[in-house]
């Protein structure tokens, strides 16, 4: 919604004295009065957008003096309205519009933090229908303010519900599914694609940046059915001891499904939890979990910061705003159908890696054009893209890699983490981004690509320290996360054995030793 709400037209001090000034001229005599008003930068070939000149009080003819100007007028080519030209956040007040995208950020950052353990603490039904009526309650006020501070905070809060919804929707899901079918949780970024695509056809006919807040804040009222339709999530009701309430909905997915369950699996007998008093910091009691938590966060940190970074990009190519807004949706639903298809049959570990490293080398190869001063901008079109590709794969087998990694207890609170860390990501996307604005020559083109292609690689090396997870049972406990992965370097310290003993002709059965110990 930012990159609509927030979108800077092309602007210039309006002419003093004229009240009914336009940015279209309306006559050479308009033209000629602009001519004589407002300076021409040639550098930047426009009329300048903070100053205006001063005009002779003895004649009546502008001067070569000038002054800010305190009025403007915009272009309507693209937009009719942002609330950039509702509240003029042009020129000395242009660092308000960076206030407005970090209050969204921070939104995100602490609902991550808040209503992810409230999560685990409570139940993800509730906090799913208190991100939903919160975020239908706040965006929708949002389109009816016409001043600056109630809309930063109300874009603070409706990111703040709006990502407890969206992480909370996502972990009930991928607890109601087996091992075999989880790769599925890719299946919801097509929803996400789905709505990209959306905004950008509404956003294209809505060209007023109020009704199209109004419009799709809307279908969030929708949601709130999803308490009636919706039940608690089993396996987090199993963790808090609630056997009964998750008894009853196993009987009726039972039901449902034409299954025939045992009495002691339909009524959870011989089931006991202790892990009611585990919270997410107890991930960092063991060395091992220290380490895996680290390299997760990580991940989502470099996969935010190149996902956003290379979206300010896409948003800086030359053409129409809409139609890179929608090439940049479709190379994310190309990247999530890669994912469906190769989830299971590469496992989470060696895919994490792979896109990761596309994403980096995509980053890094962008440098060729500049670097040998050539005009390729459709290069560097494709290798962002390319790079988008990568990154927005990444994103997507994190969130997977980060649920079946974290234990049940905490799942909620673990996802709710690594978001907060990722929206850190986002936060500095911008800044990296801009850096060359601090310096000059050629690095100042080079420098923030490699800062989003350097990361890239290292975090996707870094990935290779996790434990794969494809068709494995999640983990209910912190000792389950402990134990996690250990099969695996067993199984590979056994095989060297076996590879030992065979150079050694020793005498006995390596094959025999081999399958009883594991057995």
């Known amino acids: ?36 008003s407002i300076p021409w930068l040639s550098q930047k070939n426009m009329y300048s957008q903070c100053e205006v000149f001063v005009k002779n009080g003895t004649q009546r003819d502008w001067g070569n003096m000038t002054r800010k100007c305190d009025k403007w007028v915009y272009s309507k080519e693209i937009f009719t309205s942002t609330f950039v030209t509702e509240v003029d956040m042009v020129c ?19 609902g991550s933090v808040l209503l992810g353990s409230l999560a685990d603490l409570i139940g993800r039904k ?44 996502y972990v009930i899901g991928m607890e109601l599914i087996g091992p075999a079918k989880r790769k599925y949780g890719i299946v919801k970024e097509f929803f996400w694609c789905l709505g990209h695509f959306l905004l950008t056809g509404f956003a294209f006919v809505l060209r007023d940046w109020s009704l199209l807040q109004i419009v799709l804040s809307i279908p969030n009222f929708l949601m709130i059915s999803y308490f009636l339709l919706l039940n608690e ?39 006991e939890s202790n892990a009611n008093n585990e919270k997410v910091w107890h991930m960092m009691t063991n060395c091992r979990l220290i380490i895996r938590c680290l390299v997760i966060f990580v991940n989502w940190l470099v996969a935010s910061l190149v996902f956003y970074g290379l979206n300010l990009n896409v948003g800086n190519l030359s053409g129409d705003l809409y139609l890179n807004f929608f090439l940049s949706g479709l190379v994310e639903v190309v990247s999530y159908a890669s994912c469906l298809i190769f989830l299971d049959k590469a496992g989470r570990k ?10 980096g080398v995509a980053c890094v190869s962008t440098l060729y054009p ?48 690594s978001s907060l860390v990722a929206n850190i990501g986002g936060v500095f996307a911008p800044y990296i981004a801009d850096i ?84």
Request: glycine share 6%; aromatic share 10%.
């Open 1 to 36: 919604m930012s990159v609509f709400v927030l979108a800077v037209p092309d602007h210039r001090c309006a002419i003093p004295e004229l009240d009914n000034d336009t940015y279209a001229s309306q006559g050479p005599w308009h033209a000629d009065l602009i001519n004589q």
């Open 92 to 110: 000395d007040h242009i660092h308000y519009r960076t206030y407005a995208s970090m209050a969204v950020m921070a939104g995100m950052t602490v």
């Open 126 to 169: 509730k906090v799913l229908l208190l991100g939903t009526v919160g975020q239908f309650t706040c965006g929708l006020t949002t389109g009816f303010i016409r001043s600056y501070i109630p809309f930063i905070i109300l874009k603070f809060l409706t990111t703040f519900f709006g990502i407890g919804l969206y992480l909370t929707s």
């Open 233 to 271: 999530s089993s396996r987090w009701l199993v963790s808090k001891n609630r056997l009964k309430e998750a008894s009853e909905i196993l009987q009726v997915a039972a039901k449902i499904n034409q299954v025939v369950l045992s009495d002691d699996v339909a009524n959870l007998k011989n089931i």
């Open 350 to 359: 060696l895919l994490q890696c792979f896109f990761m490293l596309t994403a």
């Open 370 to 417: 500049v670097l040998f001063n050539t005009d390729l901008s459709w290069l560097t079109i494709v290798l962002c893209l390319i790079g988008k590709f990568g990154a927005s794969a990444a994103f997507a087998v994190i969130y997977i890699y980060t649920v079946e990694l974290f234990p049940t207890v905490m799942r909620n609170s673990g996802l709710g983490a």
């Open 436 to 519: 060359g604005q601090m310096i000059s020559g050629d690095m100042a083109v080079v420098l923030p690509l490699l800062i989003f292609g350097g990361a890239s690689i290292f975090a996707g090396l870094l990935a290779l320290l996790l434990p794969e997870t494809a068709n494995q049972k999640l983990p209910d406990t912190v000792e389950d996360a402990k134990n996690f992965g250990r099969k695996n370097i067993i199984g590979f310290e056994l095989h060297n054995m076996t590879l030992t003993s065979e150079k050694t002709n020793n005498s006995l059965d390596s094959t025999t030793l081999t399958k009883e110990t594991l057995h």
